[in-house]
């Protein structure tokens, strides 16, 4: 997938300018990194730029940033200037497999409380007021980035039906495929509760063996029991609930520009010609941060090949 599928235009676009005056701080959106997933150099550098740059915009369009982390993250990310930095992620059992790479943001967000507030993936640059909506209207059950494809998702339906806990065989009338959760958040405390029992109690149940035996079995390559757990069971559970998309299924591109959010795709994130585009755009947004970045990203590369 290309890196502008959701791409909102940086300097001099509708997606917002780095010259935009920064905008009072009114709502919290939770971040989490935890870094042992982040083995190879190049990724683990990279990452703390776009952890830097996902900061810049954030704060530009009037949102607090709690980062929720370990303890190598607090020691590379702790002069970003985030309005809260936790270790919270230190408290990630060890046994929990790295396949399992949202349960950072799952523990992150249980410590803020869940409700009202928005996790957004440290590679989503929030360049207007976007989520204003949904902290201010509590009619709206849950929030994510959009709903996705059903084509896109179609061979993971059978394997989320065959073993996910507590859900039956047959797939329901309305199935809607899988929801896109680079954004997530919740105003419903029922079916926020049901969505974080069911990814903790699925912890407990995918040991790192049992992973590796389906996906072998499988043949799920990229597509991880996480994603499942994480994105398919938000749509099947929000079924009759109140959730607001950020995008359409479709043409997301256009609306993306409009309300001014990116979420870079795959592993175009790791792009060197993006990278130097995101790194030039964060030294224009915030020179003091980026040479900030800069010493984080050097030093995250020498981490990466220590045991975590």
């Known amino acids: 997938m290309a890196e502008n599928y959701y791409n909102s235009g940086d300097i001099g676009t509708t997606g917002g300018s780095v010259i935009d005056k920064p905008k009072e701080r009114k709502y919290v959106i939770v971040q989490s990194l935890w870094t042992k997933p982040l083995t190879d150099k190049k990724k683990f550098s990279y990452t703390m730029y776009i952890c830097a740059l996902s900061l810049a915009y954030a704060h530009r369009s009037g949102y607090k940033v709690h980062m929720h982390t370990d303890s190598r993250g607090y020691d590379l990310l ?13 408290s990630i059992p060890a046994s929990v497999p790295t396949d399992m790479f949202a349960a950072g943001k799952f523990y992150a967000m ?9 996790h957004i ?10 989520l204003d909506r949904f902290y201010e209207d509590i009619s709206i059950d849950a929030i994510c980035q959009q709903e996705e494809p059903l084509e896109w998702s179609e061979h993971s ?17 309305n ?7 680079g954004v997530i ?3 419903n405390p029922v079916l926020a509760a049901k969505y974080f029992s069911n990814y903790f109690d699925a912890l407990k149940l995918y ?17 991880m029991f996480d994603f499942i757990l994480e994105q398919k069971q938000l749509s099947y559970l929000s079924i009759g609930h109140n959730v607001y998309a950020l995008l359409p299924t479709r043409n997301a591109c256009f609306v993306a520009d409009e309300i001014g959010y990116q979420h870079l795709q795959g592993d175009t994130k790791w792009d060197a010609a993006g990278m130097k585009r995101r790194k030039e755009l964060l030294k224009d947004m915030d020179k003091r941060l980026f040479d ?14 220590i045991k975590y």
Do not use: Q
């Open 78 to 90: 702790k002069n970003y200037g985030y309005d809260k930095l936790e270790k919270t992620l230190d």
């Open 292 to 305: 900030i970045a800069r010493i984080a990203a050097s030093r995250a590369g020498v981490i990466s090949r």
């Open 157 to 173: 339906d059978k394997i989320y039906h065959m073993h996910i806990l507590g859900y039956p065989s047959a797939t329901r009338p």
């Open 175 to 181: 199935w809607r495929g899988s929801m896109n959760t």
């Open 110 to 118: 249980r410590a803020e409380g869940v409700l009202n507030k928005v």
């Open 185 to 187: 958040g919740f105003n």
């Open 121 to 130: 993936d440290t590679d989503v640059f929030i360049k207007k007021p976007c």
């Open 207 to 223: 040991t790192k063996e049992r992973l590796d035996e389906y996906k072998k079995k499988y043949k799920l390559g990229v597509l």
